[in-house]
C-alpha cells in the first residue's frame, strides 16, 4: 500500500508573507501525479485554507478539480486550526462527519483501517480533542481487530520540548491513554501543523510528519526559540506500507536537476 501524505497548504488567493501558497501546492500536486498515480491514499491533514473562508476553499477545489488527479488520488481531508468547520462543511457537503458533527470519519482500504480525526477548536490555534471525540474513537477502535493508521492535524506529542508546544494537542495524556491501549492495532500516526519533517514513535507506535506545502519550518533546539524559517524546501510524504515494514519517503518536490541512476 502506497500513501502520499500532504499538509499544511494554506490556500489563500495571495501571497502569506511573501509567499504564494497556491503556486507551490500546484507543483507538489503536479508532482504526485507525474510521480505517485499509483497510490492508493492521499490525505492532507489540515489547515486546508489560511483562513477558514469560502472564496480559499472554492479556490482549493479548482486547484484539486483542474489537477485532473486519477479518482484514487482524491484527496481525503480533514481540519487544522486554519480551518473553519462550519465552512468546511459548506464546502465539502460529502465529507463524512461523526454523530456529534465533527469531521472524523474511516475509511478500509485493503483490509487496513484508516482513521481521520479532527482536533480543531474554533479560535485557538491549539489542538483539541474533547471527550466526545475521544468516545468517538474509542468506539471504532474498540470495533477494529486490523491494522490501523491515524491521520490528525496537530501534534500528539511535543516534538522537542513540552515548553515549546503550545500549539499542540492539548490533551496529550487522555490521548496518550487511547494510543497505549490500542497500541497493539495502531501502526501508524499521519500529523501536520509544525511545518517540519518529523518522525520517530510514541506509545509504541510510529509516527510521522512532512512540511506545509506553503511555508517549510525548521525545529529548534533551545530553550530560546519555538521553531524558524530558512531557506530550504517545501515537501510532502510517501508511505510504503509493506506486511513486514512502514517506510517514509521524503519528497522534496521543488527539486531540479534530477539524474536517475540505472
Ligand atoms: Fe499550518
Ligand atoms: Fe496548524
Known amino acids: 500500500m502506497k500513501i ?7 490556500i489563500y488567493i495571495d501571497k502569506i508573507h511573501g509567499i504564494d501558497p497556491v503556486s507551490k501546492f500546484k507543483k507538489a500536486l503536479t508532482h504526485i501525479k507525474n510521480n ?4 492508493d491514499l492521499f490525505a492532507i491533514t489540515g489547515d486546508i485554507t489560511d483562513l477558514g473562508d469560502k472564496d480559499s476553499y472554492q479556490l482549493f477545489i479548482k486547484i484539486i478539480d483542474e ?11 480533514i481540519i487544522g486550526n486554519h480551518d473553519n468547520r462550519d465552512e468546511f462543511k459548506i464546502n465539502f457537503p460529502n465529507i463524512e462527519t461523526d454523530p456529534n458533527g465533527f469531521i472524523q470519519y474511516f475509511k ?7 482513521i481521520f480525526i479532527d482536533t480543531n477548536l474554533i479560535n485557538t490555534h491549539q489542538g483539541h480533542y474533547c471527550e466526545e471525540r475521544q468516545e468517538w474513537l474509542n468506539n471504532i477502535l474498540s ?27 492539548q490533551q496529550k495524556k487522555e490521548f496518550q491513554q487511547i494510543l497505549t491501549k490500542n497500541n497493539k492495532i495502531i501502526k501508524h500516526i499521519f500529523f501536520g501543523h509544525q511545518h517540519i519533517t518529523s518522525s520517530g514513535s510514541y506509545c509504541g507506535i510510529t509516527f510521522s510528519s512532512p512540511r506545509s506545502t506553503w ?8 530553550n530560546e526559540y519555538r521553531l524558524g524559517t530558512a531557506n530550504t524546501d517545501t515537501n510532502y510524504n510517501v508511505a510504503i506500507i509493506r506486511s513486514d515494514a512502514l517506510i517514509i519517503h521524503t519528497e522534496d518536490f521543488l527539486k531540479t536537476e534530477v539524474n536517475w541512476f540505472k
Open 143 to 169: 470495533k477494529t481487530n486490523t491494522d490501523t493508521y491515524i491521520f490528525m492535524h496537530h501534534n500528539p506529542l511535543a516534538l522537542v520540548k513540552e515548553e515549546s508546544d503550545g500549539i499542540g494537542l
Open 215 to 222: 511555508s517549510p519550518l525548521i525545529p529548534n533546539f533551545s
Open 4 to 10: 502520499i501524505h500532504l499538509s499544511d497548504p494554506h
Open 36 to 39: 505517485h498515480g499509483d497510490a
Open 108 to 114: 478500509d482500504i485493503d483490509n487496513k483501517r484508516l
Open 67 to 77: 489537477a485532473g488527479l486519477p479518482k484514487n488520488l482524491n484527496p481525503q481531508l
